[in-house]
T-cell receptor, first 110, second 113 residues
Framework: QKEVEQNSGPLSVPEGAIASLNCTYS??????FFWYRQYSGKSPELIMS????GDKEDGRFTAQLNKASQYVSLLIRDSQPSDSATYLC??????????FGTGTSLTVIP | DGGITQSPKYLFRKEGQNVTLSCEQN?????MYWYRQDPGQGLRLIYY???????QKGDIAEGYSVSREKKESFPLTVTSAQKNPTAFYLC????????????FGPGTRLTVT
């Protein structure tokens, strides 16, 4: 079982819609969770971090954490073509290891 | 302007040659990391360092070496022993190793022929 799992996609949404990206993790004791955006050919860019159960909002982005179910999600409201990228979920687990998922490819269709 | 720089952006080498990738940060971060990313795959940890003059192997350290003589610098050498060196190499740093966000440099794309 992988430490962090994401649906590779591709996920396609129309412009203006809500894009929902999901991630599950295997270490129940993990405490730190992150979402990165990676444009093709570029390096990952941190967009959200979340440490407590519940929702955390930053502009059009909302991260949701449910430790009991061991999943973390990212919602992108009013999706724009510029949001088209691969989104990486990362988890820092109890073994002091930082694991990345393989990413979900998102395409926002104008 | 704080950040992480990597150089060069593109690097071409012949098989059998060692090559060193540069990574510098001015964020005053203690921890630094090297990852490798292959097409369609996730990030794999090569080496990390939590403090000057100390570093630890990651999941795929074979064929690579690093040094951490200064807090700001964490160069990676890809040796001729690395069987498949062509990849996108990413350097990252974080305030400390334990649980903090990692920030990435722009990456170096290495091609070995």
């Amino acid at each position: 079982q992988k430490e962090v799992e994401q649906n590779s996609g591709p996920l396609s949404v129309p412009e203006g819609a809500i894009a929902s990206l999901n991630c599950t993790y295997s270490d129940r004791g993990s405490q730190s969770f992150f979402w990165y955006r990676q444009y093709s050919g570029k390096s990952p860019e941190l967009i959200m971090s979340i440490y407590s159960n519940g929702d955390k909002e930053d502009g059009r982005f909302t991260a949701q954490l449910n430790k009991a179910s061991q999943y973390v999600s990212l919602l992108i409201r009013d999706s724009q073509p510029s949001d088209s990228a691969t989104y990486l979920c990362a988890v820092f687990n109890t073994g002091n290891q930082f694991y990345f998922g393989t990413g979900t490819s998102l395409t926002v269709i104008p | 302007d704080g950040g992480i720089t990597q150089s060069p952006k593109y690097l071409f080498r012949k098989e059998g040659q060692n090559v060193t990738l540069s990574c510098e940060q001015n964020l005053n971060h203690d921890a630094m990391y090297w990852y490798r990313q292959d097409p369609g795959q996730g990030l794999r940890l090569i080496y990390y360092s939590q403090i000057v003059n100390d570093f630890q192997k990651g999941d795929i350290a074979e064929g690579y070496s690093v040094s951490r003589e200064k807090k700001e610098s964490f160069p990676l050498t890809v040796t001729s022993a690395q069987k498949n060196p062509t990849a996108f190499y990413l350097c990252a740093s974080s305030r400390q190793r334990t649980g903090y966000e990692q920030y990435f440099g722009p990456g170096t794309r290495l091609t070995v022929t």
